[in-house]
Antibody, heavy 115, light 106 residues
Framework: EVRLVESGGGLVQPGGSLRLSCAAS????????MSWVRQTGTGLEWVANI???????HSAASVRGRFTISRDNAKNFLYLQMNSLRPEDTGTYFCASGGSYFQNWGQGTQVTVSS | DIQMTQSPSTLSASVGDRVTLTCRASQNVRTWLAWYRQKPGRGPHLLIYEASTLESGVSPRFSGSGSETEFTLTISSLQPDDFATYYC?????????FGQGTKVEI
């Protein structure tokens, strides 16, 4: 059974940082592109994706230069380093398998950016 | 960015009904379109990709059609589990974008 379990969310002040993690199991993680998608008050928004080997990434303009997606194929983990956080980054962050459409999703981790 | 517009925003239906949801793209996305179902408190669940290909394990009561800018998701016979919010998503060109959702309610 495919499992994706996100962690690392929480309450942070504007300008702060968080690192989200996603533990993957039940499939050959190193063979799949992976993505982060968030759900805010305005709906679902693709955030970033990364190729299976971790060489190439793409990210949404709203987070480019602030968020970095990475992965550790030896540990079956996906990460999202979030810096310079803004109130509009508040939402639930989902880890998903796939780089274009998203086959499997985690349950999400809540990020709240507020003073 | 490609804008995805779903209609209706809310749809009232009953168990056993046949329902059709619509998704329109602001530009041609060919058939690079996916549909998801989301229940409260959970991540979305992939139903259809490439506009009409049923994801493995998904009930055949779901079907997708369309190309370029106009797409539909049809549920042939609504089941209690289907009362949820449905989203379309294009993956023709970056950034990938989602529609705002259609909520199917009783």
């Amino acid at each position: 059974e495919v499992r994706l379990v996100e962690s690392g969310g929480g309450l942070v002040q504007p300008g702060g940082s968080l690192r989200l993690s996603c533990a993957a199991s039940g499939f050959i993680f190193s063979e799949y592109e992976m993505s982060w998608v968030r759900q805010t008050g305005t709906g679902l928004e693709w955030v970033a994706n990364i190729t299976s080997g971790g060489i190439n990434t793409h990210s949404a303009a709203s987070v480019r230069g602030r968020f970095t997606i990475s992965r550790d194929n030896a540990k079956n983990f996906l990460y999202l380093q979030m810096n310079s956080l803004r109130p509009e980054d508040t939402g639930t962050y989902f880890c998903a398998s796939g780089g274009s459409y998203f086959q499997n999703w985690g349950q999400g981790t809540q990020v709240t950016v507020s003073s | 960015d490609i804008q995805m517009t779903q209609s209706p925003s809310t749809l009232s239906a009953s168990v056993g009904d046949r329902v059709t949801l619509t998704c329109r793209a602001s530009q041609n996305v060919r058939t690079w379109l996916a549909w998801y179902r989301q229940k409260p408190g959970r991540g979305p669940h992939l139903l259809i990709y490439e506009a009409s290909t049923l994801e493995s394990g998904v009930s055949p009561r779901f079907s997708g059609s369309g190309s370029e800018t106009e797409f539909t998701l049809t549920i042939s016979s609504l089941q209690p589990d289907d009362f949820a919010t449905y989203y379309c998503q294009q993956y023709n060109s970056y950034p990938w974008t989602f529609g705002q959702g259609t909520k199917v309610e009783i």
